[in-house]
């Protein structure tokens, strides 16, 4: 397949005008189809929940050998970008070679620092990837089956290589801090134990087959399978688990902040570059994070003085934490709240949005192997053929998931906010395909934040104590502005970080404590949601201040989706295209 882009392009510089106008968006087009076919060699997980054919048997190589020539390959295709002459492309070009341009210097950049030596976080990595990848396994014919066995089989040298790499970064000091690591240990060891090969998560498949396979084949196939997972994929869970435990754990490093890390100050800000897409310093991030800190607590104390509340604001916080009325009693009775808020939402949206998706989206309980660690919600992207996605809610202690923050999480993690932004994505027409597969996270977590102060708008929020769960989701993601920054470049204790949200949301002791340890373990990423959000609103007001009463939400709301995800400076270009359009129409 690769061997076809590369042909594909010498054809094309063979052809009579390829140094015109039409020549040059032929070479982007070509260099598009190669670095997708590229992306997609190197990332099997991706191709196959893409729909991909021809990789449900392969697992990444993610060798340091591979990690040096993908780095080389991708310096070449931004020379190659480069050399195009971007003035010459239509509009829409130069807003495709734009992105590409982010995508690619954004990975090249963050390349540098090698950071295939640190594999995992928190509450992610390889790990658990393949583990949630055999839902998006395709096993309808035999052929299928036969992949899904040679994937298992290439697990073992897939970890080994992984715990090569983090040896790498061990000696390195390249690490995550061992103060994170009891926390993440069971995620290691999740699949190290079973009792039998029938009982893993690999072997599920093999247990329910389809009709139209020859109960022969599925004799053979399950024996195979049975095979793989007890003598291979077991195995490697188990010596990986041995790894973390004995080796990774120990050598760790002891510091906290990315900027303990060799290099790591420089390394920190490329990440507050790339999570941002800004150029704003950690310092004025720091800055903005206080000042909006300030602007929501002023508006906490509003709601607390509206329900007559006046032992303070800390003995409000211990209040909300604290009595049953705001906590469900079973798992099933917070799936079922969540459901029905998610529903009560869905009636609303044609009021808000001209362009809806087609791909439905459900409410699932986060597994129970990583929910003690995981965050307290999150958006699980569609398999196509298989289900839509999924609004994942923790059910995990209880009595630390308050009712009165689940509509908030509902309009972040379901509709309007992730589902219905990424569905969208999806179903933008005549795009490269790079682009459907897109999430730059300033633009997709901004609209997740943004998409619960739309829950205003929508009356979705019932009682003061929901709206006040709204504003400590928002305080939540502010603060984080500030804890993120006071981490990574700071010096912040994690105890500092840990009091800062203590004393300034309503998030549980149990949430501030697992985010607190996510941030540690991925520096930068919980930058991009209030910057983001702050775009839009930004954004927002600008198209209203330019239309008067002849603003129209659907249409603001559809022009900032439809392109897909965009980095924040493009998406502020595409909104005053719109802007200037909607006031010349209006006369």
Known sequence: MRFFGVCLVFFLMSLPGYGTEAGQADRLY????????????????????????????????????AQDRFLQTDRGFLTRLQAIDRASLTQEDQVNYDIFHFVLKSRIDHAAFKPW???????????IQLASS????????????????????????????QIANMRIGLADGFSQPQAILAKIAPSFKAHAGVASPEDSVFYAPFKDMPATIQESDKKRLRAEGLKVVGETVVPAYQRLNSFFVEE?????RTTLGAVEMPDGASYYDQRVKYYTTTDLSAA????????????????????????????????????????????????????????????????????????????????RAVPEEIAA???????????????????????????????????????HEGVPGHHLQNALSKEVQNVPEFRKN????????????????????????ETPYEHFGRLSYEM?????????????????????????????????????????????????????????????????????????????????????????????????????????????EAG
Request: hydrophobic content about 45%; overall charge negative; proline content about 4%.
């Open 248 to 252: 990774y754990m120990a050598r760790a």
């Open 476 to 584: 939540w993601r502010a603060g984080r502005l500030v804890v993120d920054t006071g981490l990574h470049a700071m010096g912040w204790s994690r105890d500092e970080a840990v009091a800062f949200f203590a004393e300034n949301s309503a998030l549980s002791l149990h949430n501030i404590n697992t985010e607190v340890d996510r941030y540690i373990a991925w520096p930068g990423q919980a930058l991009a949601y209030k910057m983001g959000e702050l775009k839009i609103l930004e954004l927002r007001g600008r198209a209203k201040r330019a239309l008067g009463d002849r603003f129209d939400i659907r249409a603001f709301h559809d022009a900032v989706l439809e392109n897909g995800t965009l980095p924040l400076s493009l998406l502020e270009v595409k909104i005053d295209a719109y802007i200037e359009s909607a006031v010349a």
């Open 438 to 461: 897109l999430y730059v996270n300033a633009f997709g977590e901004g609209w997740g934040l943004y998409a619960e102060k739309l829950g205003i708008d929508m009356g979705i929020y």
């Open 117 to 127: 030596r640190i594999p995992f976080l928190a509450d992610a990595g390889f790990h």
């Open 134 to 161: 055999v839902e998006a396994s395709p096993v309808s014919s035999v052929q299928d089956y036969e992949d899904y066995i040679g994937r298992l089989a290439g697990v073992g040298n897939y970890f080994d290589q």
């Open 373 to 411: 660690n995981y965050t307290t919600g999150r958006y699980w992207g569609a398999i196509p053929g298989k289900r839509g996605g999924l609004f994942m809610v923790n059910t995990y202690a209880l009595d630390k998931r308050p009712l009165y923050s689940l509509a908030a999480l509902a309009l």
């Open 284 to 363: 004025e991030v720091h800055a903005l994070g206080r000042s909006e800190v300030a602007r929501i607590r002023g508006e906490m104390d509003e709601i607390i003085e509206s329900v007559g509340f006046t032992d303070g604001f800390a003995a409000f916080l211990e209040f909300l934490r604290t009595d049953p009325q705001f906590y469900a009693e079973t798992p099933k009775e917070l799936l079922q709240e969540a459901a029905w808020i998610s529903k009560r939402i869905d009636e609303k949206l044609p009021g808000f949005f001209g362009r809806l998706p087609r791909m439905p989206y459900g409410v």
């Open 30 to 65: 070509a260099l598009f189809s190669e670095e997708w076919q590229e992306r997609i060699d190197r990332n099997p997980f991706m191709a196959v929940s893409a729909g991909v054919e021809g990789y449900g048997d392969r697992l990444p190589d993610v060798s340091q050998e």
